[in-house]
């Protein structure tokens, strides 16, 4: 007893505000051992008599004593105390009666839980759960409190078993929404807490938080309670501006445009009317958060919308016209290009004319940011007529603010106007010529004259602008002053060392390298030994993390680079993002080199090879976890392709270095948008290396993860359907279920991707591999499934017969019948994967499939002439329709009566659309034209007019290219006729002017 009465003293010196005090005590608590501590700390807290201020300081020194000892305290204790312990934390929170200790209790438990859940996902503490449920449903509501805060600080406190209790705990949290008759409990899930100014910012955000998170994870539910959605506009105030529109934008995004709009819509418009110039500002600011969300609502009444906007650009207060200039740039990146091309006039107008705020800096930098924007995803047409306007404005106020950097160190507005004369001159392109003399001599003047620390931000800028510019009006006009460029980059650039890491310079230059590559070509390969050092020190960053408690966060800022994902109100996981988008850039930058390069990359790719690898397994920061999968996806094949000028042997061992990963990382990657991107990077790379390139365990582990991926393909489907059937179902929900869908096909085009790279490289000695899969896709082409399904199944046959025939025959009673059925689908697609199927037979099937070629022909005469063949959603499946049936004449004219059908068959042409096919077509056009087909030549060559008009109408759509071997075929039968005098003349006098310059084309480069 006197032990437990010195351990309360010595906790109330813990919270003494003499320091000398409060350093004896903190060390006199660490030399106690774990156990005792627990049973101390737990008496206080139990204790009646105890202070409140002594049962709180216990409560948290019990919480983090779990939180941070658990693995060398817990599992030592008696399985009777750890009973004890549980046993102990459960009736503190059914007896106390202070709301405060009870709270913090509920934290102990919740904390002992999380340490509890094994790696499997299962609960050791499963009586926690059963008093959650208990206490939901209980009188008591303070105990009704206690369990949504324990769910609350850990949301994952049901393991394993969250999908077995999912509709307990929806039911749960809409009984504790819909408690009228309680407000402490029912306001914990209602939004009017979010607005309610006596409590706390953090408690006002975590009450926000959960209502944003179940519209994101149970939306369908929560659009049955409109009108905790409803007062989602009631969430304002300056402190928490950031953390509202984030979660207008989240819950826009989760429950539907179509829900939210019209809800908060009202609230908007009252609020722009307010003659207080807040409410005007956070009613801006609000539509600014809600366009992806509500896109689609939104797009509907876009005229109304942007027309009563524009106001707001000449607002009386500056901060609602920044919010206008806000809202601009924002609509500009949601609704693109469709609001460029009905807002140019206005919105290009009114952004030049609020450019021109002299007195307002801040209001002027944002309409320049918001041209940016709009001018980055302008169509170049619809730019050029304002460019002269354009130009001179931001001339004028980029002279302006550069005398104002020199008379008073000003520098924010010319900043972002650098970035604005940079987004036009990309968008303009080689239309920015005539401005090219006005703009590079200033630019230069600031790279080489803005020396300063302050102005770190600002050179940079001007470097992106000098080298986009410099791409925008090509390599002619920039070269006089490539030199002196490229030496200022040069000295900035060996100066690096000077820098600090994280100089905001090094992006830039970075991406200015970049682009000069791309302008001087091979010329640029020189330079690399200067820039490679400092791209590879940014590609190698390694990110800070850290496991933090509230009291740590506090200490730590997001404006030092930190974000932090919440786990429970007492604990978060921070990242410190500072440096990864630089890092991404970086790699994107490698790519670039690794693609302009080719062979002149050679000395750096097993560095590069060694660094991107790894990035893989690499979780980069949401905003920019595309960017680095993207990079180091593509840059596999790049790689590969840059190493072959060292020999076989060489790419070959840089190969084995990427595949064992490469295969891993489909097996494990979680990410669909990733994972899609990685599976086409390994089918890229399989093409490139061909046979012998996979050992027997690559086949078998790849033919396991793509068995697994097709049967998950089949499992989500099914889930899908269940999902439709369930009480919740509603529109809303219909959306995320065909969004889930359209992921889950584009999987499965990367599954068919990998295939057809296997097929192409391997032929007919991978079909024993490939039987594991058979079965799986001879189930995509059942009449039943989807027509993507069907598609993509009848895709991958048409590659087992392209690639493995005639072995392929085997299989033909598995999919002949589907692929005859499907000639005809009502699906586009799937006619065309079957017709492409029909041309594949005929070209390369060999004489099994002669009956099947010969049934397929009237289907394939009937879809092309039908009344709607050539529209636009039918054009690609005809076209594969009329190549197959020139594949059938030219490959197996037994089964085809070709005198009837090749006049049919010549005026169908050119293909315009497949650019493949189209090939094809004018190859067996060459048979005909060099073997002087009579019925394709006409009575005294009568057709060839027609003939010539095919070929130009074929150059001019570009459906041939000067690199297809079939143009030179092209070009000689024209050189014939050339000769010919009066029939040459007869022929070009039928052609129009396009098709005259592209016959000429043709001659030139053929």
Not at 350 to 372: C, G, K, S
Not at 539 to 558: G, R, Y
Not at 651 to 672: N, R, V, Y
Request: hydrophobic content about 40%; aromatic content about 8%.
């Amino acid at each position: 007893m006197a032990e437990q009465q010195q351990f309360y003293i010595l906790l109330g010196n813990l919270m003494s505000p003499d320091n000398d005090i409060r350093k004896q005590s903190e060390e006199a608590y660490d030399t106690i051992p774990g156990q005792t501590k627990i049973t101390f700390l737990l008496q206080a807290i139990r204790d009646a008599a105890c202070a409140e201020e002594v049962k709180t300081m216990a409560a948290v020194l019990l919480r983090r004593l779990l939180s941070s000892s658990f693995e060398e305290i817990y599992p030592g204790l008696t399985v009777d105390m750890q009973t004890a312990i549980k046993t102990e934390l459960v009736t503190s929170i059914q007896t106390e009666a202070s709301p405060n200790i009870r709270k913090k209790v509920a934290d102990i438990a919740a904390e002992l839980c999380r340490n509890l859940l094994d790696d499997d996902g299962n609960n050791q503490w499963p009586e926690l759960l059963k008093f959650l449920f208990d206490s939901v449903n209980s009188d008591n509501v303070g105990l009704r409190e206690a369990a949504l805060h324990i769910f609350w600080n850990f949301p994952g406190i049901f393991g394993n078993q969250q999908q077995h209790y999912m509709e307990v705990i929806k039911r749960m949290l809409v009984q504790c929404m819909q408690d009228q008759e309680n407000p402490q409990v029912s306001t914990c899930f209602h939004l009017k807490l979010c607005a309610d100014t006596t409590l706390t910012n953090m408690q006002r955000q975590l009450a926000l938080e959960v209502i944003v998170t179940l519209s994101e994870t149970a939306a369908a539910m929560l659009r049955k309670h409109t009108a905790i959605v409803a007062s989602s506009g009631e969430f304002k105030g300056d402190c928490n501006a950031v953390a509202g529109e984030s979660a207008l934008d989240r819950m826009a995004c989760g429950l539907g445009g179509k829900m939210v709009l019209p809800m908060i819509k009202q609230h908007i418009m009252t609020m722009l009317q307010n003659p207080d110039w807040k409410y005007r500002h956070a009613g801006l600011m609000a539509l600014s958060a809600i366009g992806e969300g509500c896109h689609q609502q939104m797009e509907a009444i876009l005229n109304e919308i942007v027309s009563f906007l524009l106001l707001f650009c000449q607002d009386p207060h500056p901060r609602v016209r920044y919010a206008a200039c806000n809202a601009i740039g924002q609509m500009a990146t949601d609704f693109a290009p469709t609001f460029q091309k009905k807002f140019h006039d206005k919105v290009i107008s009114a952004l030049l004319q609020t450019m021109e705020d002299q007195t307002n800096p801040r209001v002027q930098a944002h309409a320049a940011a918001a041209l940016i924007n709009f001018t980055e995803d302008c169509p170049k047409s619809l730019l050029i007529p304002y460019l002269d306007s354009l130009v001179q404005h931001l001339h004028v106020i980029m002279v302006a603010k550069l005398q104002e950097l020199i008379q008073k160190g000003t520098k924010l507005v010319l900043e972002q106007v650098v970035t604005s004369i940079a987004s036009v001159a990309d968008t303009a392109e080689e239309k920015f010529v005539p401005y090219y003399d006005l703009f590079m001599p200033s630019l230069k003047h600031i790279v080489e004259n803005a020396v300063q620390k302050e102005l770190r931000l600002l050179r940079g800028k001007t470097i992106e602008c000098i080298s986009l510019i410099g791409l925008a009006v090509g390599k002619d006009k920039f070269m006089p002053d490539a030199s002196a460029v490229m030496q200022l980059l040069l000295k900035t650039q060996t100066d690096f060392n000077d820098l600090e890491d994280d100089d905001p310079q090094i992006s830039y230059m970075i991406s200015a390298w970049a682009r000069m590559c791309k302008i001087l070509g091979k010329e640029f390969q020189q330079y690399l030994p200067v820039v490679m050092g400092p791209l590879m020190k940014t590609a190698s960053i390694k990110p800070e993390v850290a496991l933090l408690d509230t009291q740590d966060m506090e200490n730590m800022s997001e404006d030092d680079g930190w974000e932090f994902v919440n786990l429970g109100d007492q604990q978060s996981f921070g990242i410190k993002t500072a440096g990864l988008e630089e890092k991404a850039t970086a790699c994107q930058m490698l790519v670039c080199y690794a693609k302009e390069l080719k062979e002149g990359f050679v000395e750096y790719t097993e560095q590069v090879v060694k660094l991107m690898v790894p990035l893989l397994k690499f979780y980069f920061h949401d905003d920019i976890l595309l960017i680095g999968a993207l990079t180091t996806s593509e840059s596999m094949p790049l790689l590969l392709e840059c190493a072959r000028v060292r020999g076989p042997d060489y790419l070959t061992q840089m190969w084995h270095f990427m595949c064992d990963a490469l295969i891993k990382a489909i097996g494990t990657e979680p990410d669909s948008d990733v994972l899609s991107e990685i599976m086409h990077s390994f089918a890229k790379c399989i093409e490139l290396m061909g046979e012998g390139c996979l050992n027997n365990e690559h086949f078998e582990e790849l033919g396991g993860i793509l068995k697994g991926k097709l049967e998950e393909h089949f499992k989500n489907q099914e889930l899908r359907q269940a999902k439709r059937q369930d009480e919740d179902y509603d529109e809303g929900m219909e959306e995320t279920l065909q969004d889930e869908d359209e992921n889950d096909v584009y999987i499965l085009t990367k599954v068919s991707d990998i295939l057809h790279s296997v097929f192409s490289s391997y032929k007919e000695q991978v079909l024993p591999w490939f039987e594991q899969l058979l079965q799986l896709i001879v189930q995509l082409v059942c009449p039943s499934r989807p027509w993507a399904d069907r598609q993509w199944g009848l895709c991958i046959f048409d590659d087992v017969v392209e690639h493995c025939s005639p072995s392929s025959f085997k299989y033909a009673e598995l999919f002949l019948r589907a692929m005859a059925l499907s000639l005809c689908d009502t699906s586009p697609e799937v006619r065309q994967a079957a017709a492409y199927g029909v041309g594949v037979m005929a070209q390369y099937g060999g004489e099994n499939y002669r009956p099947f070629c010969t049934e397929a022909l009237p289907t394939l005469l009937g879809v092309i002439q039908s009344p709607d063949s050539k529209v636009k959603e039918n054009v690609n499946a005809t076209e594969n329709c009329i190549s197959a049936v020139g594949k059938v004449m030219r490959f197996r004219p037994e089964c085809a009566n070709v005198n009837e059908i090749l006049p049919h068959w010549l005026s169908w042409l050119p293909l315009n659309e497949d650019k493949e096919e189209a090939v094809h077509t004018f190859d067996f056009l060459c048979d005909l034209i060099e073997s002087n087909n009579p019925i394709v030549l006409g009575p005294d060559n009568a057709n060839l007019p027609k003939i010539f008009q095919i070929i130009a109408e074929g150059v001019a759509n570009e459906s041939v290219k000067s690199e297809d071997a079939c143009s030179k075929r092209l070009a000689n039968v024209i050189r014939q006729v050339q000769g010919s005098g009066g029939l040459w003349t007869q022929c070009v006098t039928m052609l129009n002017e396009t098709q005259q310059k592209a016959i000429q084309d043709l001659l030139n480069t053929a």
